[in-house]
């Protein structure tokens, strides 16, 4: 039988990952040009940037929606405070870190070493779920160091939905190693265990389970969708954003025609004059826009002469044009 996507998360049945220095607001409005129905996440931003930061950390595109704050932090006031003020400024979904191993994430006391916590994590979303009316998420791995057992991701599970009310989990289906590895090799290393995510769900049939870790097609994510509730795409949507220009056809069964990458690269042009009207660097938005055209016809050229060029001072949209024109369009099916 497969689940059920028809309750308050179905938004989630696909969405990109939180990816810390990438998913910026530049990277999520390039992506909903691709995607209308995909879930999208910020980067982690933690409590005391937002509280204390003198940016606005909490800045989003309208357009952007659906889309959900990651949040990093383990003091369930602090996490309540940002929580609320997320939720004036109209995010769609509050989703706590408990999955990032970084030890300077470690450091600050969350993440994933916060799974040897669950009743701190319970706290945290108890208290953020009494101030805002909008879904509060947890994304966690599977297990910390030598706390990998099934039994230690149930009594998890079980506690932070029972005590702090979580009812949708992303799982990232990977240990985390706390120490010896990166957060790179955290990525990689530790084998997948899609199975144990899928037993999760079985076990836990009331939640709404998400998997995450290692999905490359949308195959990939129709398959999982036989066992879960969502599937949530890390750097393959990134670096090869195309990817996502049939999500809402094959995952979301809507009938609407696809993109062509060209057409996708003009729809950010009035984007790109806007932010440049207001100060930013054409680097910073097309470094996202990069992968966009992987493994056609002139994509080198595409690549090499935004990133030799969109750095350079007063650089504008006749950069993003000229390495369209390296594409040949004939082929741009």
Known sequence: ??????????????????????????????????????????????????????????????????????????????????????????????????????????????????????????????????????????????GIDDQDSYEFLTDFVSIVSEKGGCDQFTIH???????????????????????????????????????????????????????VDGVMVGREAYQNPYLLAEVDQQIFGLDKPIKKRSQVVKEMYPYIEAQLSKGAYLGHITRHMIGLFQAMPGARQWRRYISENAHKPGAGIEVVEAALAKIPQELDV
């Open 1 to 142: 039988m497969k689940p059920d996507n028809t309750s308050k998360y179905a938004a989630n049945r696909f969405s990109i990952a939180p990816m810390l220095d990438w998913t910026d607001r530049h990277c999520r409005y390039f992506h909903r040009l691709l995607t209308n129905e995909t879930l999208l996440y910020t980067e982690m931003v933690t409590t005391g940037a937002i509280i204390h930061g003198k940016g606005d950390f909490l800045a989003y595109n309208e357009e952007e929606h659906p889309v959900a704050l990651q949040l990093g932090g383990s003091n369930p006031q602090d996490l309540a405070t940002c929580a609320k003020l997320a939720a004036e400024r109209g995010y769609d979904e509050i989703n706590l870190n408990v999955g990032c191993p970084s030890d300077r994430v470690q450091n600050g006391r969350f993440g994933a070493c916060l799974m040897a916590e669950p009743q701190l994590v319970a706290d945290c979303v108890a208290a953020m779920r009494d101030v805002v009316d909008i879904p509060v998420t947890v994304k966690t791995r599977i």
């Open 173 to 227: 289906a990977r240990k985390a190693w706390l120490s010896g590895l990166s957060p790179k090799e955290n990525r990689e290393i530790p084998p997948l265990d899609y199975p144990r995510a899928y037993q999760l769900k079985k076990d836990f049939a009331h939640l709404n389970i998400a998997v995450n870790g290692g999905v490359k097609t949308l195959g990939d994510s129709l398959a999982h969708l036989e066992h």
